[in-house]
C-alpha cells in the first residue's frame, strides 16, 4: 500500500518542484547516498553567504538558514572519472587540512597521532583511506581492487577522488585533519589544487640521511594493531607486544633505497608548490621536541 501511495502522487511532487529538483542515486550503499546528499546540502548551504564548513569561522544564523533553503537545493555539477564511475566533486568547503611531509623514518606517524591526542583532528593516510574503500566495496573501492588485483599501481586521479571524497565526511569538516604523506608527487599536488583542495599548512619534517638510517634500524611493527615502535627511542611498554614485533617489509635495505629515493626525486617540486602554506621543522631531534614545535604550528593554524 505504501509503496502505490507513493508512485501514485510521486510524479506530481516531481512536476511541481521541477526547477529546483536534484535527484541521487539511492541503490549504491547508504554511505555513499549519504556522502552525496551531505554534498548538495552544503553546496546549498555555503552559497549563502560565502562561509565555507569547516573553517572555524562563524556559522550563520538560522535566519540565513531559512533563506538558504527557500531558495531551493541547486544542481551540482556531475563529473564522471576516467575509470566510468561516479567520482567526487571537486572539494566543497574549506577545512583546517594540515598535510605532513616528510622522508621514510622522519616520524610523520608519531607526530600524526600526537596532534590527533592533542588537537582532536583527523589522522588521515592514503593507504588507510583506500583499504577502507576497497573494504567497504565502495564505486570507487571497487575500482581500487581491479588494479590491485592485477598489481598494477592504482592511479592518481583515483587516489585523488578517494582522498576528497574522505575529506568531504562530516568528522574531517568539525574536527580538520592532518594528511600523512601525501601528496607524493607534484602531480598529485597539481591535481589536489586543481580540484580546491588547499592545505592550511604544509609541514615538512626535515632529517638527515644518517637520522633516519639509523631509526630505520630500530624501527618494528606489531602486526596484530598495526602500531610502529622505535627499539630505542619508542619501545613498546609490554613484554608480550616486544615479542610479537616484526619488521617492516619497506624497511629492508632495497625497498628503503628505492623510497629515500623517490622522496628525494619529488620533494623539491612539492615543496616549492606549497611555498606560501610551507613551515620546516627540525626532525632530527627527539619526538617529544618535534610534537612541541609541530603541534605549536597546528594550533596556531585551527585557532585562527
Avoid: W
Wanted: glycine share 8%; hydrophobic share 35%.
Amino acid at each position: 500500500a505504501r509503496i502505490d501511495t507513493y508512485r501514485k502522487n510521486y510524479p506530481d511532487i516531481v512536476d511541481h518542484y521541477a526547477e529546483k529538483l536534484t535527484k541521487v542515486d539511492g541503490n549504491s550503499t547508504p554511505a555513499d547516498v549519504s556522502t552525496k546528499i551531505v554534498r548538495l546540502f552544503r553546496s546549498a548551504m555555503t552559497s549563502s553567504n560565502g562561509n565555507r564548513p569547516g573553517s572555524r569561522r562563524p556559522g550563520m544564523g538560522g535566519d540565513m538558514a531559512l533563506e538558504t533553503l527557500k531558495g531551493g537545493l541547486p544542481s551540482p555539477p556531475t563529473k564522471i572519472s576516467s575509470h566510468g564511475v561516479p567520482a567526487p566533486l571537486d572539494f566543497i568547503g574549506e577545512v583546517n587540512l594540515i598535510i605532513l611531509e616528510g622522508p621514510p623514518a622522519a616520524g610523520k606517524g608519531t607526530q600524526c597521532d600526537a596532534i590527533k591526542e592533542q588537537m582532536g583532528c583527523v589522522h588521515l593516510s592514503t593507504g588507510e583511506i583506500l583499504r577502507e574503500n576497497v573494504n567497504r566495496a565502495t564505486e570507487l573501492g571497487k575500482k581500487v581492487f581491479e588494479f590491485l588485483e592485477r598489481g598494477e599501481l592504482v592511479p592518481d586521479d583515483l587516489v585523488i577522488d578517494i582522498v576528497i571524497a574522505r575529506l568531504m565526511e562530516s568528522d574531517v569538516e568539525e574536527s580538520g585533519c592532518i594528511l600523512d604523506g601525501f601528496p607524493r608527487t607534484l602531480a598529485q599536488a597539481q591535481a589536489l589544487s586543481r580540484s580546491n583542495v588547499n592545505p592550511t599548512r604544509v609541514i615538512m619534517l626535515e632529517v638527515t640521511d644518517e637520522t633516519t638510517a639509523a631509526r630505520i634500524v630500530g624501527r618494528r611493527l606489531d602486526p596484530l594493531t598495526g602500531t610502529t615502535y622505535n627499539l630505542d627511542h619508542l619501545p613498546p611498554q609490554s613484554d608480550e607486544v616486544r615479542g610479537r614485533l616484526v619488521q617492516r617489509k619497506d624497511d629492508l635495505a632495497d625497498a628503503q633505497r628505492v623510497r629515500m629515493a623517490n622522496y628525494k626525486e619529488n620533494i623539491s617540486a612539492i615543496a616549492d608548490h606549497y611555498r606560501d602554506k610551507l613551515v620546516r621543522i627540525d626532525g632530527n631531534r627527539s619526538p617529544s621536541e618535534v610534537t612541541q614545535d609541530v603541534v605549536e604550528v597546528v594550533r596556531r593554524d585551527m585557532e585562527a
